[in-house]
T-cell receptor, first 113, second 111 residues
Framework: NAGVTQTPKFQVLKTGQSMTLQCAQDMNHNSMYWYRQDPGMGLRLIYYSASEGTTDKGEVPNGYNVSRLNKREFSLRLESAAPSQTSVYFC????????????FGPGTRLTVL | GENVEQHPSTLSVQEGDSAVIKCTYS??????FPWYKQELGKGPQLIIDIRSNVGEKKDQRIAVTLNKTAKHFSLHITETQPEDSAVYFC??????????FGAGTQVVVTP
């Protein structure tokens, strides 16, 4: 049981390049989330998926797109990376049932030059 | 939108002493109140949580107290140890599971 996994762990992009961050969970959770964490700040929600086949915007969605590929996988795409998107990105999942605990992945550290 | 304030932003304690972190929120729809611990280079991990129908919960050296009327909840760590050094986040949550994170508290436990 690996929990929530993310790839890659580190990535450096040039301005304008695109990339996809991958996230998978093996806990059979319904809901999945993408956050970004900037220095001195808490995590801010980018997008979430309450269940397979649905996605919704969070607090800071501009410049990002997401895909809920299946129940296990939720990807985050940067179509044209900007330096302001330099951050650490965390994926999380939640059962959506009686417990409200979110479980987080180890994060992806992204630098946009 | 929701507003979450967490105090203090940094906390330095001597090993064995207690640490208290307070979280104030504004969203009256919040009904679940977790605390997360984040160690360097890792994702946040849940350490304790409390639901809106309970005033206090304890798990060994950590406890959480909730005052829903005043809209604040606190994390208490007793007999602090060096491995308690980390960043702690409160994250009041609504019934849809949307968390609003506080800015975090850097706790440093000195031997």
């Amino acid at each position: 049981n690996a929990g929530v996994t993310q790839t890659p762990k580190f990535q450096v992009l040039k301005t304008g390049q695109s990339m996809t961050l991958q996230c998978a969970q093996d806990m059979n959770h319904n809901s999945m989330y993408w956050y970004r964490q900037d220095p001195g700040m808490g995590l801010r929600l980018i997008y979430y998926s309450a269940s397979e086949g649905t996605t919704d915007k969070g607090e800071v969605p501009n410049g990002y797109n997401v895909s809920r590929l299946n129940k296990r996988e939720f990807s985050l795409r940067l179509e044209s990376a900007a330096p302001s998107q330099t951050s650490v990105y965390f994926c999380a999942s939640r059962s959506g049932g009686g417990t409200d605990t979110q479980y987080f992945g180890p994060g992806t550290r992204l630098t946009v030059l | 939108g929701e507003n979450v304030e967490q105090h203090p932003s940094t906390l330095s304690v001597q090993e064995g002493d207690s640490a208290v972190i307070k979280c104030t929120y504004s969203d009256s729809a919040s009904n679940y109140f977790p605390w997360y611990k984040q160690e360097l280079g890792k994702g946040p991990q849940l350490i304790i949580d409390i639901r809106s129908n309970v005033g206090e919960k304890k798990d060994q050296r950590i406890a959480v107290t909730l005052n829903k009327t005043a809209k604040h909840f606190s994390l208490h760590i007793t007999e602090t140890q060096p491995e308690d050094s980390a960043v702690y986040f409160c994250a009041p949550t609504d019934s849809w599971g949307k968390l609003q994170f506080g800015a975090g508290t850097q706790v440093v436990v000195t031997p």
